[in-house]
């Protein structure tokens, strides 16, 4: 016999739980039944949300500024169609902001014992890995008056790696090494010391050149050209302490570490250089080292995409006794850290003979732009102050810079824009001085 009147309200609402109903909903049952029948009838047609079948798939890196899209696969097992509203969510950093809403929320149909795709793209802000939350599934009935709601654990990374914006600087850097390297009709040559060819002396060559038996052979003076040296061992040390989380801009000194050491890398790997890669503070954050040209930056920038800066004081010793161990044989060990007075004169200065004893050191740091253009305020009593200021900072760096140079070491100071072409300026100039 069928149900009708308060007896078919009733068995209707039986499906649903305690306390779903408002005070409000009260008052409508009470005098309202047809419409609470309907309202309940809605709710008891709505497809079940836990026990919906998910799954994830898609791109597990990017790099910072482009997108990664990750596609949520919803399958429906039950005989209800599933009318849904999805929300994918992920850290706020996972997008630009103000798109949030619209990126990560998504309305989709899945008839009975179908599937359906929704893909979230993501545009991270942030380096480092992105980790899913959950997702939420609220399904309506076919009237749209009721829902259910649940969530689903469903992890997934995306892990966002450095932009690496220097790489517009490689091909120029390229040419000039292989302008060194003999490949061009350029005659520029480096002093290394593997002997290449002999060719005629032309005035402000260095005499100590000349190939004396190959000129007593004929009738013009020889002088030998030198090949710059391959299979050196670069090693590129990032300092993670605090000072790498001062902001120069919009990212952090950090970033612009990372930048340089990725151009640097990719230039000696062309030059058939070995690179090797350490990032400490006061314990070692990332180490590679024993990769092939091929894989060498592949692999700097998989290290270098989870690291964010430690706020604490890099202990300078223990940088230096795990950079010895990680360069064993004669090296050009590059430091990309600060030329602030303090953490130079108080940790680096005491165990830079450790490092020059054995090694070519050369140190980077990021110069922040803003102090320059203090330096050139005037016309107020504000502008004035700020350029004093601007002054002293600049001439304090200057007096680290020189300190470290007194040690042997070579020293590039430049803002973050460039820091990467200023210290692959700096490689190419060694190597052609048969330095390295």
Partial sequence: MALTGRAALLAALGSIPVGILEPSWTGILAVNGPLALA?????????????????RSGDTSTRLGDTADVTLTITNPFRRTLRAQLRDGWPPSSWQPGTEIEASRHRLTVPPGERRRVTTRLRPTRRGDRQADRVTIRSYGPLGLFSRQGAH?????????????????????????????????????????????????????????????????????????????????????????????????????????????????????RAGDRVALLAYDRRVRALVQGRSAGDVLPGLVSAMGPLEPELVETDARGLTSAALRT????????????????????????????????????????????????????????????????????SERQRTAEQLRRHGVTVVDATPEDLAPALADVYLALKAAGRL
């Fill in 39 to 55: 309202c309940a009838c809605d709710y008891a047609l709505a497809a079940p949300v836990r026990r919906l079948v998910l799954s």
């Fill in 153 to 269: 654990k469903l992890p997934w990374s995306v892990r966002v790696l450095p932009p690496f914006t220097s790489r517009k600087h490689l091909p120029s850097k390229l040419a000039r090494l292989r302008e060194l390297d003999g490949r061009t009709s350029v005659l520029t040559r480096g002093e290394g010391t593997e002997f290449d060819s002999l060719r005629e002396y032309v005035p402000g060559d260095d005499t100590r050149s000349i190939d004396w038996r190959a000129t007593a052979r004929q009738s013009a003076v020889a002088v030998r050209t030198w090949r710059p040296e391959r299979d050196r061992h670069i090693l590129l040390v990032l300092d993670t302490g605090r000072t790498s989380a001062g902001r120069v801009g919009d990212a952090p000194r950090l970033d612009a570490s990372m930048d340089a050491a990725l151009l640097l890398a990719a230039l000696a790997s």
């Fill in 327 to 394: 360069a064993p044989r004669r090296s050009l060990i590059v430091l990309l850290t600060t030329l602030d007075a303090a953490p130079v004169e108080q940790g680096l200065l005491p165990v830079l003979p450790q490092l020059t004893q054995r090694h070519t050191l050369l140190v980077a740091s990021v110069a922040d732009p803003h102090i320059a253009q203090m330096a050139e305020s005037r016309g107020s009593a504000e502008g004035v102050y700020e350029a004093a200021a601007a002054a002293q900072a600049q």
